[in-house]
């Protein structure tokens, strides 16, 4: 069956350090690869997209890697921040079609 | 920047009645989403429009239908409302980043603040 597995659990993290959350995803060949961050009772905010053919890609803190051999994208976020807690959603782009499949999310919290 | 504007932003209704639910896309942007996303859930996909023609159809109930205008604005007719309908629904926008023959599959999505549905 197709699924997308993000973190079960949320992550909770110290300020200052790196969060890694992690994105499997099974019987899907997606195109890209998009992070969002979505806020309580708010829209999912685009954050980085990762081409297939890409391995990494980098944003300001923010660097997502991409190995569809093993079939996982991971997200990391460097230096966090208190602002940064939120929950971070990982979507498939397919090539045939224009829907996102969302996997189940990670709630991030990070303290002071 | 102009955004997604979604109206109502939360709406109340009762079983087996029926709601509209409005988008109007960022300016320029060809490409219309809905999603639903139930409490603690991912989104969920329904449809999508591209250039006011469906495009790609998910998981939407027989009972949902929705459309999009030629001003590129979408409406979302949901009818016989159930409790189980009670979510908050998304809409997203998109540009074709300008390939030739439709849509492409590069479609970062911008999305609206959500329209709160309740079904008492």
């Known amino acids: 069956s197709q699924k997308i597995e993000q973190n079960s659990e949320a992550l909770n993290i110290q300020e200052g350090k790196t969060a890694t959350l992690t994105c499997n995803y099974t019987?899907?060949?997606?195109?890209?690869l998009q992070w969002y961050r979505q806020d309580p009772g708010r829209g999912p905010v685009f954050l980085l997209l990762?081409?297939?053919?890409?391995k990494e890609k980098r944003k300001e803190r923010l660097k997502v890697t991409f190995d569809t051999t093993l079939k996982q994208s991971l997200f990391h976020i460097t230096a966090s921040q208190p602002a940064d807690s939120a929950t971070y959603l990982c979507?498939?782009?397919?090539?045939?079609?224009?829907?996102?499949?969302f996997g189940t999310g990670t709630r991030l919290q990070v303290f002071p | 920047a102009a955004g997604v504007i979604q109206s109502p932003r939360h709406l109340i209704k009762e079983k087996r009645e029926t709601a509209t639910l409005k988008c109007y896309p960022i300016?320029?942007?060809?490409?219309v989403y809905w999603y639903q996303q139930g409490p603690g859930q991912d989104p969920q996909f329904l449809i999508s429009?591209?250039?006011?023609?469906?495009?790609d159809k998910g998981s939407i109930p027989d009972r949902f239908s929705a459309q999009q205008f030629s001003d590129y604005h979408s409406e979302l007719n949901m009818s016989s409302l159930e409790l189980g309908d009670s979510a908050l629904y998304f809409c997203?926008?998109?540009?074709?980043?300008?390939?030739?023959?439709?849509?492409?599959?590069?479609?970062?999505?911008?999305f609206g603040p959500g329209t709160r549905l309740t079904v008492l």
């Open positions: 997203a926008s998109s540009k074709d980043p300008g390939l030739a023959g439709g849509p492409s599959s590069y479609n970062e999505q911008f």
């Open positions: 979507a498939l782009d397919m090539m045939d079609t224009d829907k996102l499949i």
């Open positions: 019987n899907y060949s997606p195109a890209y």
């Open positions: 429009f591209y250039e006011k023609m469906q495009s």
């Open positions: 990762i081409r297939e053919n890409e």
């Open positions: 300016p320029r942007h060809d490409t």
